[in-house]
């Protein structure tokens, strides 16, 4: 192993197009749209539009990112973006979070999703379910040790079947669907449509649309990334928008408003009423390769800012270190997986993330304000791609990722606040980090 080497570049267009899409769509999109029904009062019509809004949101923020990564392709994405606009600490600060809880704590939660749903088609023990959680993370540690291409391939084909077999069944609701609900149905109560109702409907949303951003990590990794990447990452988050919403309308046809806003598993309902009950176990394997493909694509991206922030010096020397073999970061990926694996077993992953979760909202948001630092510093740079509709597109973004962070702050002090104390406990291990880098460099005394 030399920590001299460098990531290969491997990825092309379709991979990053499939890892963006195959991170976004885990759970949430079979899951999240009766909430949104029932946060818009039960307006189909309302719903549909903050499902549209959200993604247009989603994109101006991928299309920030897209002229970001191709102005400076290189391994860590969003943290050199943050590193470069606003100093090593911010930096650090939001990949410290990030190995510590946010993608690490969606891993496990990924993984532990994934035996439960599994336990709905196979009985599983507590033990034993616990045991296929570890298995499924060592699994993926495995496969995205032996080389990213390989890691690379099986997104391509677990998101292309997922995606695949979403929007067959969503087209085949649309079609057969007959827009009502069986009569034992309840009817969503009545209630008149307010303004927190929609934000918290669009925070929803937001959260189902998260995810695109990690693909920004492997930019180090893409063949000509100044022109693969942004196209990647713009014509994925494209696709999600179009993805959900053709979802949401087959639900919708499938079940009709009542009924879709009151059921707690609104994709396996809206199959089994056009198919029946036995197909609602087609939803149950599709949401388990939806999660196999999500925390894949988690473990193909986030190892590399990790890797960045180990070669900046302010983290683990190991994570820095490249298998001549494979040409991957084993280490930082092997330290994502176990670590993740301890907090699935412990269970305290899930309080965990409630507190700090919210939190990589603010730094999604400085991630995009940082375009305006690049610019700033650099008028004269070549820059292969320029975010469409500049300024606008940027600064609505960070208003959306701020509207989510506020929302927070004000209806959840105490979470939020122990959420931005854990983020920053890690300032103390930046300047442990900094000095022992100091230490290191350090020129030896001349002899006298």
Do not use: C
């Not at 267009?13 to 999240?32: A, E, N, Q």
């Amino acid at each position: 192993m030399t920590a001299a080497a460098t990531l290969r570049r491997t990825l092309g267009f379709r991979d990053l197009l499939l890892i963006t899409i195959g991170t976004v769509i885990g759970s949430g999109i079979y899951l999240v749209p009766s909430v949104v029904l029932r946060q818009s009062a039960g307006n189909a019509s309302v719903a549909i539009l903050i499902w549209t809004v959200g993604g247009v949101l989603s994109l101006l923020g991928a299309l920030t990112y897209a002229e970001l990564g191709a102005a400076n392709p290189d391994a860590g994405g969003l943290y050199v973006y943050l590193r470069d606009a606003f100093g090593p600490l911010t930096a650090f600060l939001y990949g410290w979070t990030s190995f510590v809880v946010i993608a690490s704590g969606s891993v496990a939660t990924l993984a532990v999703a994934f035996t439960n749903y599994l336990s709905q088609i196979v009985p599983l023990s507590g033990p034993a379910a616990r045991i296929i959680s570890v298995a499924l993370i060592a699994l993926l540690v495995v496969v995205n040790v032996r080389g990213t291409r390989n890691s690379a391939t099986m997104q391509n084909w677990t998101t292309s079947a997922k995606v695949g077999v979403l929007t067959l069944l969503s087209l085949a609701l649309i079609v057969l669907g007959k827009g009502h609900a069986p009569a034992a149905q309840p009817s969503v109560p009545a209630g008149p449509l307010t303004f927190a109702g929609i934000g918290a409907a669009m925070i929803g949303v937001l959260w189902a649309y998260e995810g695109w951003q990690y693909v920004t990590f492997s930019a180090g990794e893409t063949n000509d990334a100044q022109h693969v990447f942004p196209r990647a990452i713009t014509v994925a988050t494209a696709a999600l928008v179009a993805i959900y919403l053709l979802a949401n309308f087959g639900y919708l046809a499938a079940l009709g408003t009542n009924a879709a806003a009151t059921s707690d598993h609104v994709a396996a309902d809206a199959v089994g009423t056009i198919f029946g009950s036995a197909a609602g176990k087609i939803v149950g394997a599709l949401i388990l390769v939806s999660i196999f493909s999500a925390t894949n694509g988690l473990f193909l991206t986030a190892p590399r800012m990790y890797f960045a922030m180990a070669r900046d010096g302010v983290f683990f020397a190991r994570l820095a270190k490249i298998d001549e073999r494979f040409g991957t970061p084993v280490f930082a990926i092997v330290s994502l997986g176990v670590w993740s694996a301890i907090l699935a077993i412990s269970g305290t992953f899930e309080q965990l993330l409630t507190y700090v979760v919210f939190v990589g909202w603010i730094f999604y948001g400085l991630g995009a304000l940082a375009i305006f630092a690049y610019r700033w510093r650099q008028p004269n740079a070549v820059r292969p791609f320029r975010t469409p509709g500049y300024p606008l597109s940027p600064i609505l973004f960070v208003a959306s990722a701020a509207l989510l962070v506020v929302n927070t702050l004000a209806t959840q002090p105490l979470r939020a606040a122990i959420g931005l104390g854990a983020v920053l406990l890690g300032t103390p291990a930046f300047y442990l980090w900094r000095s022992r880098l100091k230490r290191a460099v350090q020129p030896l005394a001349p002899s006298i």
